[in-house]
């Protein structure tokens, strides 16, 4: 206890005045000059100074955030341990979570410092960013045709074959999903008629529309537009991460002699858990450690 009581006396009197004194660590038996400095002032840590008078640290510290899954993978089974758990947090901002030095299981199980950690916190990719800022949105007829034809490469042709869980999306809207060529032409035309006077003709059964436009323009003769009820858009959600299968439901309200677009993406909170809940499944069968769920 003398010593203990002399690094108190000093670290007392350095509220004064700086102070050097030599630390020793009762295990290696190194000794490292520690400065004690006055209260405010930023203090030195006596850990870290003496693993810098050894040929390696004494234990595993530090944060390693890592851009994919994949990286996560790799550096989780790098530094696992028999203590290594996974904290998934599925919320607003998904992270995985791996604390290499957890605490060992059952009450006489040795504690972990907790403090050696691989973090995930997967990026929103930016096809996922252009949809969804639209989502929703009452777009002009110029808007959404520029839109559509600036995102042509994400729409998805229906003929493919298509997972069990969109087919059910579109039969419980009751609506047919057009091909892309179809919605590439529905943006031309669009743009040709931006101008025009609208009327409309709807198939309940199929949910496709009709909209005639009738030009003001007497070189012009206007022709029927088939609308259909929806389209589909692959898109990753994450980046790096596997595309992801969307409806996008398409709808469009008459206001006065002009009209305006939106789609709406179906079923997107339910895509960001079944993406997560798949990483997560990857990392108890890839990494074969403790998988929870919540916050680390």
């Given at each position: 206890m003398s010593?203990?009581?002399?690094?108190?006396?000093?670290?007392?009197?350095?509220?004064?005045?700086?102070?050097?004194?030599?630390?020793?660590?009762?295990e290696t038996k190194t000794v490292a000059p520690v400065l004690l400095v006055p209260v405010g002032m930023a203090r030195a840590e006596v850990q870290s100074a003496l693993d810098a008078r050894l040929p390696a640290p004494m234990r595993r510290v530090g944060?390693?955030?890592?851009?994919?899954?994949?990286?996560?993978?790799?550096m989780v089974n790098r530094h696992r341990s028999d203590s290594t758990v996974v904290y998934?947090?599925?919320?607003?901002?998904?992270?995985?979570?791996?604390?290499?030095n957890d605490h060992?299981?059952?009450?006489?199980?040795k504690a972990g410092f907790r403090d050696h950690r691989v973090v995930y916190a997967p990026e929103l990719s930016e096809q996922w960013k252009a949809w969804t800022e639209h989502d929703g949105e009452a777009l002009s007829m110029s808007e959404f045709?520029?839109?559509?034809e600036d995102r042509a490469l994400d729409m998805i042709d229906p003929a493919a074959p298509m997972p069990p869980s969109t087919k059910a999306i579109l039969d419980a809207l009751g609506v047919k999903a057009a091909a892309?060529?179809?919605?590439r032409g529905l943006a031309r035309s669009l743009t040709i008629h931006e101008s025009s006077r609208v009327t409309e003709a709807r198939n309940l059964q199929s949910g496709e529309a009709q909209l005639v436009f009738e030009s003001t323009h007497?070189?012009?003769d206007g022709k029927p537009l088939t609308v259909p009820g929806a389209f589909l858009v692959g898109i990753p959600i994450y980046k790096g991460g596997p595309g992801y299968l969307f409806v996008a439901r398409l709808r469009y309200r008459k206001s006065g002699p002009s009209i305006t677009w939106s789609y709406s993406l179906a079923q997107t909170d339910?895509?960001?858990?079944?993406?997560?809940?798949?990483?997560?499944?990857?990392?108890g069968a890839d990494a074969g450690v403790l998988v929870i769920e919540g916050q680390a």
């Open positions: 010593e203990a009581n002399d690094v108190a006396a000093l670290a007392i009197k350095s509220a004064l005045a700086p102070v050097v004194i030599n630390v020793t660590d009762p944060v390693i955030n890592v851009a994919s899954i994949d990286a996560f993978l790799a998934c947090d599925d919320g607003d901002a998904p992270r995985l979570t791996a604390v290499i060992l299981p059952n009450t006489d199980g045709a520029q839109h559509l892309p060529s179809v919605i007497t070189d012009q339910a895509a960001k858990r079944e993406v997560m809940a798949e990483m997560v499944r990857r990392v």
